[in-house]
């Protein structure tokens, strides 16, 4: 296949348009946004873990203006939520399901992927 080809294969196949409309949706479904804030009723702990599972990570920020960022992004998701709840998710021996770490910022990061972040 000669380079031009190529280019014409590829301009070919990247031409689909999307209503903008779309991807909104689409960026705010993957990123849990769609549900109205505090729709249901505050999260038990496995929901908090399977959110921060399913977003990857959730930035620590202490500075804030508004609360901390974590606070912040789980808020946006669940509305009201225990936050001993999530702390204890971290922080207690036994409980411990997520924890703080660096991923490209400071985090909190599924124990699940401990194995990858630790130092070697």
């Known amino acids: 296949m000669t380079n031009l080809s190529y280019r014409l294969l590829m301009a070919k196949k990247s031409s689909t348009l999307y209503p903008l409309s779309a991807l909104r949706a689409t960026v705010l479904h993957v990123q849990h946004l769609?549900?109205?804030n505090g729709a249901e009723s505050a999260p038990l702990p496995d929901a908090i873990v399977n959110m921060v599972?399913?977003?990857?990570y959730v930035q620590v920020d202490t500075l804030h203006v508004v609360n901390r960022a974590h606070d912040v992004t789980l808020?946006?998701?669940f509305g009201?939520?225990?936050?001993d709840d999530?702390?204890?998710l971290i922080y207690r021996d036994g409980q411990?399901?997520?924890y703080e770490?660096?991923?490209?910022?400071?985090?909190?990061?599924p124990l699940q992927?401990?194995?990858?972040h630790r130092w070697r």
Do not use: C, E, M, V
């Open 53 to 56: 599972q399913a977003l990857g």
């Open 80 to 83: 009201s939520y225990d936050l």
């Open 113 to 116: 992927h401990y194995r990858y």
């Open 75 to 77: 808020w946006a998701r």
């Open 101 to 109: 770490g660096w991923g490209h910022a400071a985090s909190i990061i």
């Open 34 to 36: 769609t549900k109205p």
């Open 96 to 98: 411990r399901l997520l």
């Open 86 to 88: 999530f702390h204890k």
